[in-house]
């Protein structure tokens, strides 16, 4: 592929920055709560799923970002 064209990006390109950004919140969001527990009587609270979901969200936003940072549509 030509890496001179100047078009538009790939949409999967800017799924994966979103992806990112939304793992990044959901991630900031848990190590909060880990710190300053919200409700300690929510059964299963102890297993702390934003901090697992939002590194989950990230490790995916950045793999749809690096794979498609050079792929014009």
Known sequence: MNT???GMRSI?????L???AIG????AAGIFELFYPANPEV???????NIW????????GLI???TN???YV
Do not use: Q, S
């Not at 999967?12 to 994966?16: A, D, H």
């Not at 990044?24 to 991630?27: A, K, P, W």
């Open 69 to 71: 940072k050079n792929k």
């Open 24 to 27: 990044i919140i959901v991630l």
């Open 43 to 49: 059964r299963l609270a102890g297993l702390h799923a």
């Open 53 to 60: 979901w939002g590194g989950l969200i990230i490790i995916f």
């Open 18 to 20: 979103i992806l990112t």
């Open 12 to 16: 999967w390109f800017f799924v994966g």
């Open 64 to 66: 749809y970002t690096i």
């Open 4 to 6: 001179d064209i100047k």
